[in-house]
């Protein structure tokens, strides 16, 4: 299935992997660009798979594995739309 990406989500792998980068430096930025990369491609496979986000109609929630982050997205008949990435101890998400 075709992946795309909400400007936010873009901005939010961007900010992710920049601040990964800084802090811990770029072999943990790599591994984690690359841990985003596969789990996306493997939703992409079975897009069925990750629960239904609480309170969000039609949206997912994938939590990567050794990451604290989660992949929020959506279903089309065309397309996996990732719509939002973000850190898991953040204050839940609210759509706009």
């Known amino acids: 299935m075709r992946v ?3 400007r936010r989500a873009l901005r ?5 992997l920049a ?3 800084r802090v811990f430096g770029g072999t943990v930025a790599d591994e984690l660009e690359r841990t985003i990369s596969r789990q996306i491609e493997q939703i992409a496979h ?3 798979s990750a629960p239904r986000a609480f309170g969000r109609a039609n949206v997912r929630a994938l939590s990567l594995v050794r990451y604290p982050f989660r ?5 089309r008949e065309d ?3 990732i719509v939002h990435v973000r850190h898991t101890s953040r204050r839940p998400w609210e759509p706009r």
């Open 12 to 16: 939010n792998v961007d900010r992710i």
């Open 71 to 75: 992949i929020f997205y959506r279903v």
């Open 46 to 48: 079975a897009p069925e």
């Open 79 to 81: 397309a996996l739309e």
């Open 19 to 21: 601040d990964s980068r």
């Open 4 to 6: 795309v990406f909400s």
